[in-house]
């Protein structure tokens, strides 16, 4: 399936990416008059226990890179591997989990039961699937809530039992695309943390997508700073931050440093806003706006 | 305490009904209103609109004179009797129904080429189905024997029923949001898994009122039904019997109707019953 030949002995996949993206470019409704290029050759490496971000303007392809990865779309050229597996070899495995915007709970289920979802579907026993719930939800500190409803939880709280279903199959990798997107600042901070917690705990390997630039270099051992139309990787901020981030980290004069560093590259690269987008959007629909 | 308000609000309903008939039976003409030539008001004399009072109270009188049994004895039997006709049907046509809607969310190319055909099967009307498919089945004998009568009435109503069920399966089916449907994809289960786990369940909020719509259909198919295959026994035929004597008896032919409406509900709220045993789980809100 993948151009390179796949090494039985297995002690070398810890040693390969988590990710490795290469020459990867993705055309929607390619050869016709709306052909899009969300994305043009893009190469991108995450080491195994590594929390890389992508950061980037709107329409800069971030979450259609998210997807590539996680086999739900097929890139146009070049090729996605996850530990040495080709992506559509390791979404039938469940190697990796995914956490959205929206938490995207099931109402009808308990929270533990949301849970257990993925290991249902992977046919894990009754028994064995609750106890790996249970820990999940203990790992986000929510076991109090396991019998609960999505719908009587916070939206943090919604998110955290969506990080913990994410984490049930004990994947080596954690795709999220803006998951606290939705959340107020108290809440995201506080989210923040816990899942730098996590991913140290589990020695899982993350690639995060924000719009946040603090949100991103407080998260990251690496930031990718990507430029829109088509898609690709501009320029790369390794932010050092030391492993036990707390809240002082937040005030210290690094963060901030790197801070303005990701906003310098982002500047450089002069993305359009939101406004500027939907305007080309008119545009482009023949809607004159003058 | 919710479904206390909901009975309390019900009988309001039917007194306010009942007064606003009484109303203009008072303040209505007594030989109906012409416009133009054209009758549009209802004639308010007794032998049309007789009172609400009288129809209750004939109820409770001999079918006919010097009969033993009581009309309300009679209109019972009927409902009970086209009851089990029309829950036939509503078994049937759900489970038709759903089965077509599983078929449609998987393949779209099923979705394309059925649907129009199912929303044009509905425009056939069922008094002109009924003589195709009694002499349908006066010519099918499974296993040697004939096919009871009654379950053509079945078939009608299953075929009235089967339309609501599909069509709000389906669109239960498919309207997962895009990240529930990332997310199965990205568990890689196989789309059987996933309708019984997932789907089934998140259609419930699309399918309880489409089934409650399937089960007045069924009974309005089975009415109709009964009338139209003459089949004996059911409300439809107590209805039809006792409006021809609507001049010498007229609120006897409102019992029969009464009955009818009176089944319809019972019907419906047996379904919300159901739902409501199913929608236990859920977020109160969305709950109509």
């Known amino acids: 399936m993948t151009l390179e030949a796949e090494p039985a002995a297995a002690p070398l996949a810890a040693s390969r990416p988590a990710v490795a993206l290469t020459g990867v470019s993705k055309t929607f409704n390619p050869g016709t008059s709306r052909a899009v290029h969300a994305l043009a050759d893009i190469t991108l490496d995450v080491a195994a226990g590594e929390f890389v971000t992508l950061i980037g303007p709107s329409g800069c392809g971030k979450s259609t890179l998210l997807r590539l990865i996680a086999n739900l779309i097929e890139p146009t050229a070049g090729a996605v591997t996850l530990g040495g597996k080709s992506a559509a070899h390791a979404r039938a495995d469940q190697d990796y989990g995914m956490a959205f915007q929206q938490a995207g709970l099931f109402e009808w289920r308990t929270v533990v039961r949301n849970v257990e979802l993925p ?127 707390g809240v002082e980290s937040r005030e210290e004069r690094r963060f901030f440093e790197k801070v303005t560093e990701v906003r310098e590259m982002l500047r450089g690269i002069g993305g359009a806003t939101d406004d500027e987008l939907a305007i080309e959007r008119m545009r482009t629909a023949g809607v004159d706006d003058r | 305490m919710k479904a206390a308000r909901r009975v309390m609000m019900f009988l309001v309903a039917f007194a306010l009904v009942a007064a606003g008939w009484e109303l203009y039976k008072v303040l209505g003409p007594e030989e109906g209103g012409k416009l133009l030539g054209w009758q549009v008001l209802p004639r308010t004399a007794g032998s049309a609109m ?13 079918e006919r004179p010097g009969a033993s049994r009581d009309a309300w004895r009679l209109v019972l039997a009927g409902a009970w009797f086209t009851f089990r006709l029309a829950m036939v049907g509503f078994l049937v046509g759900a489970v038709v129904g759903v089965a077509l809607a599983v078929a449609m969310a998987r393949y779209g190319i099923v979705r394309r080429g059925l649907l129009p055909y199912l929303a044009v099967s509905q425009t056939i009307p069922l008094i002109a189905l009924a003589p195709i498919v009694v002499s349908w089945s006066d010519k099918l004998h499974p296993f040697g024997h004939d096919l009871p009568k009654w379950t053509t009435v079945s078939l009608m109503s299953a075929f009235l029923a089967f339309f609501p069920a599909a069509v709000g399966t389906l669109r239960g089916l498919t309207s997962l949001p895009e990240v529930a449907d990332e997310l199965l994809r990205s568990y890689a289960a196989t789309w059987r898994k996933t309708l019984i786990r997932v789907r089934f369940p998140a259609a419930v909020p699309s399918m309880a009122p489409a089934f409650r719509l399937a ?74």
């Not at chain 1, 986000?140 to 916070?154: C, T």
């Not at chain 1, 899942?195 to 270099?217: M, N, Q, Y």
């Open chain 1, 119 to 245: 290991l249902e579907l992977k046919g894990w026993s009754r028994g064995r699937r609750r106890e790996r719930a249970m820990e999940m939800l203990a790992l986000v500190k929510l076991e109090d809530f396991s019998k609960h409803h999505p719908w009587q939880l916070s939206g943090g709280m919604q998110q955290r039992v969506a990080i913990a279903r994410a984490l049930a199959a004990a994947p080596a990798l954690l795709l999220m695309d803006e998951p606290f997107g939705a959340l107020d600042e108290m809440t995201r901070e506080h989210m923040q943390s816990e899942l730098l917690r996590i991913c140290t705990d589990t020695g899982t390997s993350v690639l995060f997508v924000t719009h946040s630039i603090p949100e991103a270099v407080y998260l990251s051992d690496r930031v990718v700073v990507m430029s829109p139309r088509p898609g690709r990787v501009t320029g790369e901020v390794t932010t050092d931050l030391g492993e036990d981030r």
């Open chain 2, 50 to 62: 007789p009172h609400s009072w009288d129809i209750v109270r004939r109820l409770f009188q001999p």
């Open chain 2, 215 to 288: 089960a007045s259909a069924s009974v309005i198919g089975a009415i109709v039904a009964e009338i139209s295959t003459g089949l004996a026994g059911g409300i439809g035929r107590l209805v039809l019997e006792w409006a021809g004597q609507v001049t010498s008896d007229p609120p006897k032919a409102y019992t029969a109707a009464f009955g009818a409406a009176a089944l319809g509900l019972v019907v419906i709220g047996v379904i919300s019953v159901l739902e409501m045993v199913l929608m236990r789980n859920r977020p109160k809100e969305s709950t109509a």
